[in-house]
């Protein structure tokens, strides 16, 4: 059970898009449609962004959006605001109820 | 809403156990549709699941922490336990407790414990 890939940091300006991946292998991500994603302010627990693949929470901005291809989790963030800089973490099942984290990616707005 | 709340010594020996509880608010952990989970992360880095356990007291651990890990449930105090025994100093971390769904889905979560192995 090895940990989800992710880039250690991403950027953009306000207003543009930035995309995180995630990589796993077909024992997780490739294998369920149970993909989440979390966001992190320093000192802050995550939340709850995205989940199912790309399915948002109540309250959750519809700027936030997901996607999967095979063994790749996708974040996307459009219209990007300086409230959006924070850690995101993506997670996937990985069978027998065991669940397993990417390692995070640092979001800076410029 | 459903709120969760960590507690427990925020200091711990080297070699000893690692002993914290959570307590849920405006909800049940007898649910027959959630797992209670516990969830950590190292000062500085990311985030790693520990173990969950349903409210029936089956329970499920990361395969690397299981030989140290047990996790129980107290339905009637709506409480979940984690004790993490032979602790070093790479187990600091802020502890989180949290609820899961059967997908593995982490929401909410508690506000986080810091603890640190120390002598």
């Known amino acids: 059970q090895s940990a989800l890939t992710q880039p250690p940091s991403a950027s953009g300006s306000p207003g543009q898009s930035v995309t995180i991946s995630c990589t796993g292998t077909?024992?997780?991500?490739?294998?369920?449609?149970?993909v989440s994603w979390y966001q992190q302010h320093p000192g802050k627990a995550p939340k709850l962004l995205i989940y199912?693949?790309?399915e948002r929470p109540s309250g959750v901005p519809n700027r936030f959006s997901g996607s999967k291809s095979g063994n790749t989790a996708s974040l996307t963030v459009s219209g990007l605001q300086a409230g959006d800089e924070a850690d995101y973490y993506c997670?996937?099942?990985?069978?027998?109820?065991?669940?397993?984290f990417g390692g995070g990616t640092k979001l800076t707005v410029l | 809403q459903l709120q969760l709340q960590e507690s427990g010594p925020g200091l711990v020996k080297p070699s000893e156990t690692l002993s914290l509880t959570c307590t849920v608010s405006?909800?049940?952990?007898?649910?027959?549709?959630?797992?209670w989970g516990w969830i950590r992360q190292p000062p500085g880095k990311g985030l790693e699941w520990i173990g969950s356990?349903?409210?029936?007291?089956?329970?499920f651990y990361k395969p690397s922490l299981k030989s140290r890990v047990t996790i129980s449930a107290d339905p009637s105090k709506d409480q979940f336990s984690l004790k993490l025994n032979s602790v070093t100093a790479a187990d600091t971390a802020v502890f989180y407790c949290?609820?899961?769904?059967?997908?593995?889905?982490?929401?909410?979560w508690g506000q986080g414990t810091l603890v640190t192995v120390s002598s």
């Open positions: 356990v349903y409210y029936s007291g089956t329970t």
């Open positions: 077909s024992s997780d991500i490739g294998g369920y449609n149970y």
């Open positions: 405006g909800g049940s952990i007898s649910s027959s549709s959630y797992y």
């Open positions: 949290a609820r899961l769904t059967f997908g593995g889905v982490i929401d909410p």
């Open positions: 199912e693949v790309n």
């Open positions: 997670s996937s099942y990985a069978g027998s109820n065991n669940v397993v």
